[in-house]
């Protein structure tokens, strides 16, 4: 059996994914799975095995790797919409960031995947390199895969549950090259995406946002028994929009509300991760795509940022 033949035969089935070792007319083939879902995982060893007894091996042994080793991935849900989850993610992803992790950004948001605009890369395309997406750079040091940026405007609303799962993996599985961390911001609610991204890619946390509001907290605790249901453990609560400062005479209000999170959250056994005001210069800056987590010694985000870095550090 010729050694150049194994590998030629290994390296056209999977290339650049294995490393193969021979010993008499034995073979061993450690295979690199990073990327590929259990099926496709399965099958390119099986064929690898196959090929190399084709080549004239007498025992075959293939390992594969683990996938995805040492990446957490952290979910950004709420119970509906408009409440401020994708500027949360988009500013959490950063804290993270200036916090030392190494950060992705997943938009997965099929109904209004608002990233790019709010990340400053509106309009950008991802290339693929093996049918694998290459996460998109922005300026602030958090790479970027969007629903948005796989479909035109508006169309994503309309696929069907197995499409809609079938573009989250390819998000969540792309080429995040030294990434430990991946925000994973979700549609509201508890369809499809959420279920796949629980059941499949086992987000190692969940941090939930909610506006002060009954209702929100309401359609909070359903997001939370979401996770909760599938064993993925709750990081925190964030309360968004709460109190309000007049930019023109500096009083105080909360249209929404105040305190009702953080009661909720202390209610369920939750951590309280923090509470970020309802300021124009927070819609502004993001519409503009400048998240306000970039500006220098801002410290709302950072705060929160370090309490949902604290978490991963203890797990
Ligand atoms: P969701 O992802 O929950 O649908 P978005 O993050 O898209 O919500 O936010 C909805 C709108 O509210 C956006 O225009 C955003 O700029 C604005 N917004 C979010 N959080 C705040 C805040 N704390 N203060 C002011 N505007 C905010």
Redesign the pocket.
């Known amino acids: 059996m010729d050694r150049q033949q194994v590998e030629d035969a290994v390296a056209a089935i999977a290339p650049d994914r294995a490393t193969v070792r021979m010993d008499g007319e034995r073979v061993g083939v450690v295979l690199d799975a990073t990327g590929l879902d259990g099926e496709a995982r399965d099958a390119l060893a099986a064929a690898v095995e196959v090929a190399v007894r084709d080549a004239g091996a007498a025992e075959v042994r293939v390992v594969v790797t683990a996938e995805r080793t040492g990446r957490s991935l952290i979910a950004v849900a709420?119970g509906k919409?408009?409440?401020?989850?994708?500027?949360?993610a988009a500013n959490l992803a950063i804290a993270l960031a200036l916090a030392g992790r190494r950060v992705g950004l997943v938009d997965a948001?099929i109904y209004?995947p608002?990233q790019p605009r709010l990340m400053g890369v509106e309009g950008t395309r991802p290339q693929a390199i093996d049918k694998r997406l290459l996460p998109v750079a922005t300026p602030y040091g958090v790479p970027l895969l969007s629903m948005g940026q796989l479909v035109e405007p508006g169309r994503a609303i309309a696929w069907r549950g197995p499409m809609t799962a079938g573009a989250l993996s390819q998000l969540i599985d792309a080429d995040w090259g030294a990434a430990d961390t991946l925000v994973v911001?979700l549609p509201?609610g508890t369809g499809d995406v959420q279920l796949t991204m629980v059941q499949k890619h086992r987000p190692a946390g969940a941090v939930i946002?909610s506006t002060p509001q009954d209702l929100a907290l309401i359609d909070a605790r359903r997001a939370i028994d979401l996770f909760d249901k599938a064993g993925v453990p709750i990081i925190g609560l964030i309360e968004?929009?709460a109190g309000y400062q007049c930019p023109h005479c500096g009083e105080l209000s909360d249209p929404f509300g105040h305190g009702g999170a953080e009661a909720a959250a202390a209610e369920s056994g939750i951590a309280f991760l923090g509470r970020?005001?309802?300021?124009?210069g927070?819609?502004t800056a993001?519409?503009a795509g400048h998240p306000p987590a970039w500006k220098k010694d801002e410290t709302i985000f950072a705060s929160i940022g370090a309490g949902v870095a604290a978490w991963l550090a203890s797990r």
């Open positions: 709420s919409g408009g409440v401020g989850k994708s500027t949360v948001d209004g608002s911001d509201p946002v968004n929009m970020v005001p309802l300021d124009i927070i819609r993001s519409d």
